[in-house]
T-cell receptor
Framework: NAGVTQTPKFRILKIGQSMTLQCTQD?????MYWYRQDPGMGLKLIYY???????DKGEVPNGYNVSRSTTEDFPLRLELAAPSQTSVYFC???????????FGEGSWLTVV | AQSVTQPDIHITVSEGASLELRCNYS??????LFWYVQSPGQGLQLLLK??????LVQGIKGFEAEFKRSQSSFNLRKPSVHWSDAAEYFC?????????FGKGTKLSVIP
């Protein structure tokens, strides 16, 4: 049972570099999300999507971009990485808004 | 603004003791409510959820939670804690399209 799959699991970036965190789900869910988790801060929503071709900003979108060309994939792009983007990133999906959200296993990103 | 508050940052209990983790929410209407658990280095696993109906909800691993509308609370309970329950617990509330998370409560278990 694949569920929500994120890659890479670990990555170290230098300041100013760019990268893409990949996320794919095989549950045919319409809604997909990207959260970041920082110690003692819980999870904060970066971007979300309610279906292919539709994305919107969450609470902390600055420095990130997303796209949703297919139902399955929801990549998160970091442009010009900054130390403040050091965090754990979780991709998630749900069949509809307000429903149970299923999480990937996380991607640990360090910007040095 | 929608918010979820977990007043306790860190709780320590002895193995076999009972547990209650507190959660309060602030929403315009009664939201859907969830408890997730996260073990170190892992993703989030759903323990239980409340959508409507019976206010006492049973979940996995022997956990239960009680929704109290008058107190805007959704506290998580377990009658007897096991060492393997040591983890971080997150309460969350769902609006129309997303979950709002509390900051989490870290549970330590003393053997």
């Amino acid at each position: 049972n694949a569920g929500v799959t994120q890659t890479p699991k670990f990555r170290i970036l230098k300041i100013g570099q760019s990268m893409t965190l990949q996320c794919t789900q095989d549950m045919n869910h319409n809604y997909m999300y990207w959260y970041r988790q920082d110690p003692g801060m819980g999870l904060k929503l970066i971007y979300y999507s309610v279906g292919a071709g539709i994305t919107d900003k969450g609470e902390v979108p600055n420095g990130y971009n997303v796209s949703r060309s297919t139902t399955e994939d929801f990549p998160l792009r970091l442009e010009l990485a900054a130390p403040s983007q050091t965090s754990v990133y979780f991709c998630a999906s749900s069949p509809e808004g307000g429903n149970t959200i299923y999480f990937g296993e996380g991607s640990w990103l360090t910007v040095v | 603004a929608q918010s979820v508050t977990q007043p306790d940052i860190h709780i320590t209990v002895s193995e076999g003791a009972s547990l209650e983790l507190r959660c309060n929410y602030s929403y315009g209407a009664t939201p859907y409510l969830f408890w997730y658990v996260q073990s170190p280095g892992q993703g989030l696993q759903l323990l239980l959820k409340y959508f409507s109906g019976d206010t006492l909800v049973q979940g996995i691993k022997g956990f239960e939670a009680e929704f109290k509308r008058s107190q805007s609370s959704f506290n998580l309970r377990k009658p007897s804690v096991h060492w393997s329950d040591a983890a971080e617990y997150f309460c969350a509330a769902a609006g129309s399209y997303q979950l709002t998370f509390g900051k989490g409560t870290k549970l330590s278990v003393i053997p």
